[in-house]
Every structure is written in structure tokens, then in C-alpha cells.
């Protein structure tokens, strides 16, 4: 579904520079027969744009390019000379955070103000400033004016305000340099759960590397023209061959094409897998532990490339408690996640395991052999191996989960790492608590929380 | 009409900031705006009074209550259309930001100083008009001239502004403007002694017919004159018409130049 829709648009601004902002000076330069009429530039130049919902895309350009120009547009906070704009949905703008603030008013009345600038209401922004005033650790400046906080505090109050409500759109210019680095966390993570979801977001930034993980499409702006719309990898390129031939980043980018492009071809070769959990013969296979390794459904590929295709992973799956392969788990039942996989070459301090992420992308549970999984053991040892992780129950709340591969090795300096996420989706399926005297067959209340693991509760 | 609501729900917030910075929630705030035009009553009435007492039946309180009702007109159409001319431009980098109605600066400039006419002089208009004319259809009656004084100040505020947007050094000759309509109104002399030859000038400042209409109503104790009313809703109409006009059509070039 398309969300945004730019058909030929076209902007002519008058440059700022040129005009006097004088009228003294403007009616002498008339009375003189000096005057001109003010110089127009071509800031947006014939755009076509569709971006479809949920799409991540990142905007790159060199100062004065119209990147933000662009966004204006979208944003409709400037209209277009020519050429049609159509936006579907709300839109965030988080563009410079704590411009619309008061300075006079206090803390609670500018939530409310900016708010109702955002364009929610009154009786909404009363509502929710308490969960904007958590989230912005200011719940003891509730009545201070805004100009008692430091810019940290404010740009804090900013942000926590412009994205308490996930909006359809969310449009981010340079902002995340605000705030502590606590603070920068909690607000990437914030992000990252938009990013998670089906928030399309439009995505300003100079520092290109950052760019290149979080953005799949990336539109890189010149002089107000598009030139060149694609997947961020390739874009990014082109633009660091044309701006700074000698980037770090792109050298980084072309030693790592080979290693990546493995990595896109091995996700690929995942999802055009069926179904990697054969039902009946899996069983038998699993309980001899010694049958010829199936078709592996995915290669390990570690970068750089001297390492890839020493490890093998055959298959991903997970068991019930007799170990029989189940597509589901019960809440509140023990169940084995399922590794199988060979190592055909030594590979120094291999790490491999598994992890289980829930939807919005958090790692749950990670299990690798330098934790749960024993390093000295067999995993890491040549040869097919078949391990087992019982998890134990309960500790899954219902919902969707996906089960994801780890693998790294170290080196003497620093690591390689390769995660593969969502290889398998399995459900945990809500059920009736265990009846007891005090919760008679009633459904937990999870809260806020992710997992819900055994508690032992005692009084003194 | 959700866009309605919008434009109304921030016009509020936006009027209770107005005032809240204003008065910091101070209920004596309101009555602070009363001594400007009590002060200035009271020095108009010591120097000119006794001059001027005979065109008011030979009373210096007639004087001054004639001083007062001018001051209270001129003060309001000064403080509003000053405060509203810089509204567009102290709200520009707002508006490059958020998406926003660019009219609402200036109306809630006036909308919040309405509300503080509402609370301070004008309940002393209403007891005034009620002691002399003894008449209720001449204190409802007053709120025509108020109209009227509305639709001046949106006008020239939306003129102002949007003319501020283009011309930065603006404030310095919207200073002499509000002098020279202060003084060609009949504030503190009575619009007799004005020479016959200059009176037609005169006649051009919409804040007359005004002030006119408002004592009428106020201290003649006789009906209201509903041609002066006409006259000075007319004026104020024009105005408003002009005024929103040039807004509407320079508007558009605005954000070139926030």
C-alpha cells in the first residue's frame, strides 16, 4: 500500500540571501528605479516518489541538496510550485525537537501545547503527559518552566512527547544526537520498536553507516533532483564513489560486498526452504543422533571469507518435552529447541547457539556455546552434531516468537558475528492457568512484561 | 470539520499561553491592564480637563469618563495589532517544522486580548452606560462598537503580520502608524475642535467612528445612534476585508522567507 505519493513535484523558493527584509531600503531602491523583483531558485526539481507502508528509507545528499526540503514537502509544511503530493496517514515530524516549546509556560503545559500542535487533542495530551513525563525522567518538573531545564531535558521532553503515539508515518531529521548516552538508548530503542512495526519512516542523516543498517531503500538527493532511488547498499556507494572517493566507509563497503552478498544469497536459500521440520522421519533421526546430515538448509557464513563454509546448520526446530518436533508450545510447558549441524573445518573459539526473539525484534534468550552451551564439549568439535536447550517453562508469555541462528568466532582482535534472525516462527499458545486455590482458572495478567519467568515469592 | 476542531482546540491553547505568560495565574492580573488607561485618564483629565470641561456640560468627570472610553478603544487596538504584527515571524521556526494554520498567530493575539477587554474595562463600560442611559438595549448595544473595534484589529493584525514577514524594520514605522491614529483620534480632545478642513482626514482613521459610536452609547444617555454603529462596522468590515486579503495572498510566500 502506498503511503506517500510525490508525482512531478517542483518548488521554487526565493533565496533568503538575496532579499533585504528592509522596507526602508526596499522603498528607496524603488523610489531610485533600482529594484528588482527577487531571485527564485529551483529547490525541488521534477520529484517522483512513491513509498510504500512500513518502508524504512533513508534520504542522503550533500548540504543544500533539498533533503530537508523534501521532507517539508511530505510533510506538507511547504507546498509544492508544481506537481501533486499525496500523503496517507499521520505524520510525526521530529525535526529539531523542542522548537515549538514556550519557554515561560511550565513543563505540563507545554506537553499539552505541543501536543495540540502535533495535532492531538487537549483532553488527549492531559492524558497521556504522565507516560511522557516517565518517559522523559522530568516527573519532578512537572510546574517548572521549560526554561529552568538544561537543552538536554528539553530535547528529552521533545522527543518523549513527539513519539508517545506511534504515528504512521515518522519523519526523522538529525535528532537522535540529543541527550545523555542513557538517554540516546532509551530513545533508539523507541525507534527501534517503529521500526519494528508498520511506521513507514523517513529517515535524514549524515552519518551514512548507520544509514546503511537500518535503511533498506535509501533516495539519494542532488540539486534538488532524485539521483538515484535503490537499495541502501547500492546507493550508498554510488554516492561515496561521486562525494568522498577515499571514505573509509565505502572500502568497508566493497570488502564486505562479497561476504554480504553470501549472506543475501543464504537468507534467500532460507525462505525458499519448506518447511525445515519433516514430521515423521524427523523423530527417528533425532533419537539415533548419527543419521546422514539432510539437505542443509542454510550454510553458516562467517566474514571475512577465509571462514565461510566451515560450518554447516542442517536444521532449526522445536520439541515438546519427549522431544518430538511440535509447531507449537503450550504456555507453561518445557520445551527443546533443536540444533543440528556440522563443522567441517576447526574454527578458533567458534561460538555458535541459537536465539529466540519475540516480534517487536528483541532478543530474548540467546544460548551459545560461551554461555549455556558448553565450549569445551562437542559442539564446536568436527564433525555433525545434534544439540539440545531445553527451555524451561514458564518463561515464553503468548505470542509469536522466532527462533534465530548465532554463530561467531573470535579473533585476537575483536569478533566476527553473524546472526541470522527468524528462521523458524513457532506460536506460544495462551492457556488457562493451572487452577489453584488463589487464581481459580483465570488468565495470568502479564503486565508489561516480555518474558514470565518462575519467581519464587517468599514472606518473612 | 476536523479541521475546524483542530484550528479551534489550538487557537485555545494557544490563547491560554497568551495569557497564562501574561498573568503567571494571577486573577489580579486581569485588573493590571486597567491602570494603564486609569493612569493616563487621570493625567489627561488634570491637563486638559478644566480646558476642555465646557464641550462635556461643564463637567471635568464628563471629560473624563469621554478620555477613558477613548484610551480603553485606542489602548486595545494599539497593544493587539502590536503584539500580532510579530506573531508570524516568532512562531517561523514553528512553522518549518509542524504543519500549522499560519492565521491562528495573529487571531489568538487578539482572542486573548478580547478576553482580557471582556474582564477589565469593559464590565466598567457596561455599570457607566447602565448609570447614565439607565437603558439595558444601550449596554447589549456596546458590543456593536466592540465588534466593530474586533474586526479592525484582525484586520490590521493580519496585515501587519504577514507585512512584518517581508519587512523586518517594520516594528520602527508601525510605531509612528499607532501615533499618528492615536492622536488623529479624539482621545483626550473632543472631535469638535478639530479644524473643519482637516476633519475629513480625520474622518479616514476607523478608530473615530469607533470611539464616536462607543460614547454615544456610553455617556449621552440617549439611545444608541445606530448610524454611527453602521458607520464604524462598515469601516471595520473594510478593514478586515483588506486586511485578510493581503494575508491570504502574500501568504503563500511566507515560508520563503521564515
Redesign the interface.
Known amino acids: 500500500m502506498e503511503v506517500i505519493r510525490l508525482d512531478r513535484v517542483s518548488l521554487w ?2 533565496t ?1 540571501e538575496e ?1 533585504s ?4 531600503k ?1 522603498v528607496l531602491s524603488f523610489l531610485e528605479g533600482r529594484y528588482r523583483k527577487p531571485a527564485r531558485k529551483l529547490v525541488l526539481d521534477q520529484i517522483d516518489l512513491t513509498i510504500e507502508a512500513g518502508e524504512k528509507v533513508g534520504i542522503i545528499g550533500s548540504n543544500g541538496s533539498g533533503k530537508s526540503t523534501l521532507l ?1 514537502v511530505i ?5 509544492p510550485t508544481s506537481g501533486k503530493v499525496w500523503v496517507r496517514g499521520s ?1 510525526a ?1 521530529l ?2 525537537l523542542g ?2 516549546f ?1 519557554h ?2 511550565s513543563v505540563a ?1 507545554n506537553i ?2 505541543y501536543g ?4 492531538f ?2 483532553a488527549e495530551m492531559r492524558w497521556r503527559s504522565k507516560s511522557i513525563l516517565e518517559f522523559a525522567e522530568l516527573e519532578d518538573y512537572t510546574s517548572a518552566p521549560v526554561k529552568s531545564l538544561s537543552s538536554g531535558m528539553s530535547a528529552r521532553l521533545g522527543f518523549a512527547i513527539a513519539t508517545d503515539v506511534q504515528p504512521d508515518i515518522l519523519i526523522l531529521d538529525e535528532v537522535l544526537s540529543v541527550g545523555d548516552q542513557s538517554f540516546r538508548n532509551k530513545c533508539k530503542q523507541r525507534i527501534d520498536r517503529f521500526w519494528n512495526t508498520n511506521t513507514t519512516v523517513l529517515l535524514v542523516s549524515h552519518d551514512i553507516s548507520s544509514l546503511r543498517k537500518s535503511c533498506q531503500r535509501v533516495i539519494w538527493v542532488d540539486r534538488g533532483k532524485i539521483r538515484m532511488v535503490g537499495e541502501a547498499t547500492d546507493v550508498i556507494k554510488a554516492y561515496l564513489q561521486t562525494v568522498s572517493p577515499e571514505d573509509d566507509l565505502l572500502k568497508e563497503l566493497e570488502a564486505d560486498e562479497a561476504a554480504m552478498l553470501a549472506e543475501i544469497s543464504l537468507a534467500n536459500q532460507i525462505e525458499e526452504e519448506p518447511d525445515p521440520e519433516p514430521e515423521e522421519p524427523a523423530a527417528e533421526e533425532i533419537e539415533e543422533e548419527v543419521v546422514e546430515p539432510e539437505l542443509p538448509i542454510a550454510e553458516w557464513v562467517i566474514a571475512p571469507d577465509e571462514h565461510s563454509g566451515k560450518v554447516t546448520l542442517s536444521r532449526i526446530f522445536i520439541a515438546d518435552e519427549h522431544k518430538q518436533p511440535i509447531q507449537q508450545v503450550e504456555f507453561g510447558k518445557p520445551f527443546y529447541v533443536g540444533l543440528e549441524y556440522r563443522v567441517d573445518e576447526a574454527v578458533r573459539d567458534l561460538r555458535v547457539g541459537f536465539c529466540i526473539q519475540n516480534e517487536a525484534g528483541n532478543i530474548l534468550v540467546e544460548a551459545n556455546t560461551w554461555n549455556y552451551l558448553s565450549p569445551t564439549g562437542i559442539v564446536c568439535h568436527l564433525g555433525h552434531h545434534l544439540i539440545w536447550a531445553k527451555i524451561p517453562a514458564p518463561l515464553l508469555i503468548p505470542g509469536r516468537y522466532f527462533i534465530g541462528y548465532v554463530g561467531a568466532y573470535e579473533e585476537f582482535v575483536g569478533h566476527h558475528h553473524s546472526l541470522l534472525k527468524q528462521l523458524m516462527a513457532f506460536d506460544v499458545l495462551p492457556i488457562k492457568v493451572i487452577p489453584s486455590a488463589e487464581n481459580r482458572n483465570q488468565e495470568i495478567w502479564f503486565g508489561g512484561s516480555l518474558t514470565f519467568p518462575p519467581i519464587e515469592v517468599s514472606v518473612d | 470539520m476536523f479541521q475546524t476542531q ?1 484550528y479551534l ?2 487557537l ?3 490563547v ?2 497568551n495569557l ?2 501574561r498573568y503567571r495565574g494571577s486573577i489580579f492580573g486581569v485588573f493590571w491592564s486597567l491602570l494603564n488607561p486609569l493612569i493616563m485618564t487621570g493625567l489627561y483629565t488634570a491637563i486638559f480637563g478644566s480646558i476642555f470641561a465646557a464641550e462635556y456640560d461643564g463637567s471635568i468627570f464628563r471629560y473624563a469618563l469621554a478620555a477613558f472610553t477613548g484610551l480603553i478603544v485606542v489602548n486595545f487596538f494599539a497593544a493587539t495589532t502590536t503584539q500580532s504584527l510579530v506573531s508570524v515571524v516568532a512562531n517561523g ?8 494554520p499560519v492565521s491562528v498567530f495573529p487571531i489568538s493575539v487578539n482572542v486573548a486580548n478580547l478576553i482580557q477587554f471582556l474582564y477589565g474595562p469593559l464590565p466598567l463600560l457596561v455599570v457607566t452606560t447602565l448609570i447614565i442611559s439607565k437603558s439595558l438595549i444601550n449596554a447589549v448595544a456596546l458590543l456593536l462598537p466592540l465588534l466593530a473595534l474586533m474586526l479592525v484589529s484582525l484586520g490590521v493584525s493580519f496585515f501587519v503580520s504577514s507585512l512584518y514577514v ?5 516594528p520602527y ?1 508601525y510605531e509612528l502608524v499607532v501615533f499618528v491614529l492615536w492622536i488623529s483620534s479624539p482621545v483626550f480632545y473632543p472631535s469638535k475642535i478639530v479644524p473643519v478642513q482637516v476633519k475629513p482626514l480625520l474622518a479616514l482613521n476607523p478608530l473615530s467612528q469607533i470611539i464616536e459610536s462607543t460614547r454615544q452609547i456610553v455617556l449621552s444617555g440617549a439611545p444608541p445612534d445606530f448610524g454611527l454603529i453602521a458607520g464604524s462596522l462598515v469601516g471595520g468590515l473594510i478593514i478586515f476585508g483588506l486586511g485578510w486579503s493581503c494575508f491570504q495572498v502574500w501568504r ?2 511566507f ?3 521564515l
Request: proline share 2%; no cysteine.
Open positions: 523558493r526565493r533568503q532579499f527584509y528592509d522596507l526602508k526596499t517539508k510533510s506538507n509544511i511547504l507546498q505524520i515530524p525535526i529539531e522548537a515549538g514556550d515561560d509556560l503545559d499539552i501545547l495540540v500542535m502535533l495535532g487533542s487537549e | 483542530r482546540e489550538l485555545r491553547v494557544l491560554k499561553r497564562s505568560v521556526v514553528l512553522l518549518n517544522k509542524i504543519r500549522l517581508f519587512f523586518r524594520d517594520l514605522f503563500s510566500q515560508m520563503d522567507l
